[in-house]
């Protein structure tokens, strides 16, 4: 038979969470929201390929964190948190839409961003040949170059081994290298 | 310019328009409801297969779905969970449930192994979105977690490779017996893939169904509770 106090316990407790949800946000949510959404934004984007489905992952990562606020702001990183619902998220979108064999239309939107930077044709490009990338390469890069985490700290949020980190990381280098040929494979080696 | 410092600030100079943070706590209650009704449906197939005796269901459309034993309905109205848990009073569990087979890892797996404990099997499917991380496989291989987590794959609808697949890319810690068909829904009347996924199973110490919930776990919490009905 139930514990019928116990059950009052958790009665109480999950009113408690309800509240919490519909509350709205604490302070400390909307800092880490607006500190981290442009970021995590860019990382979706080139890990999906696209804008809508990066938006998808963003929105899912900050209302997984959103929802479980109470335990994610005692946890020793709440951005390490949200970055690994995010990119998991975006990572899931990629691999959904390589499944269906859809083609990312997003290059057309860097280079329209690109006005102003020294060499807009071959820097878009890069997003471009990026995006050729498999999704875990993508992600690896994505990481490692522009939210600068270490080796150790990608194993941490993609799940895998840091050797894996490394070899997937080489290859995609050595790919980005191969087909930017003349931009970088001359003068990219320091 | 080299490439890691071209990636850097190629993707640093990608657009970002404003953020809206109504978005994200309307998504947070979109995601509720849609649980709610997935909680809904699955709960119907299961009236359909078969009640279990001394079991009633509680809920509308607003409030939750939960299904517990008539004597302790009047406790459990609960607001704010999302699908549905039923609960099998101690008197009205059946004979333990047996479970073993293949894993997905090429290994062997049984029950029996884990008689003592709670376990909680994880119902899962290849094609399953829901079924890829929630606060259960998030808990699953800790070793404070006070239960045992062990998978049963849906063969039906995916190849045994996908299955595979998708156990790595999710990072699952815990063994996936290959054959749904086995676990202990059959005594529910529900077939193979009859029932929504991801649901997950209860089971006591002696290896009996305690209790059973469709939809994800929402929070640690949630999961606690639901490994709870067991002990």
Known sequence: ?190 | MNLSESIRDEVASIPVGPGDLAQVQRAVSRRRARRRLTGVAAAMVFITGGTAAGVTLLGTDDEPVMAVDRADAAALTVPGTDGSVLYIPVDDRSSPVTLSGETLNGGAETLATYRGGVVLIRYWAAWCAPCARDALIEMAGDPDAGFEVVGAVIKKGSRLSWSIDFAREERFTFESIVDASQIPFAQFGTPDGALGAPATVALDPSGRVAGLKYGQFESRTEVRDFADLAR
């Open chain 1, 1 to 190: 038979m139930v514990n019928r106090r116990r059950l009052g316990t958790n009665q109480t407790r999950l009113r408690q969470h309800h509240d919490d949800v519909n509350a709205s946000p604490p302070s400390d949510f909307t800092g880490v929201y607006s500190a981290l959404r442009p970021r995590m934004t860019r990382v979706a984007i080139v890990v999906t390929g696209d804008r809508g489905r990066a938006e998808d992952a963003v929105q899912t990562g900050f209302a997984s964190a959103f929802a479980a606020w109470g335990r994610v702001r005692k946890a020793d990183d709440p951005a390490a948190y949200v970055r690994r619902i995010v990119i998991n998220a975006a990572l899931s979108e990629a691999r959904k839409a390589s499944r269906r064999h859809e083609v990312s239309t997003e290059s057309v939107d860097h280079r329209a961003a690109h006005v102003g930077s020294h060499d807009p044709d071959a820097r878009a490009d890069l997003l471009s040949e990026i995006a050729k990338l498999p999704p875990r390469q993508r992600a690896i890069v994505v990481l490692r170059y522009y939210e600068d985490l270490t080796e150790a700290q990608i194993a941490d949020t993609l799940g895998c081994r840091p050797g894996t980190v490394k070899s997937q990381a080489s290859a995609a280098l050595g790919s980005l290298r191969a087909r930017m040929g003349d931009t970088y494979q001359l003068r990219g080696t320091r």
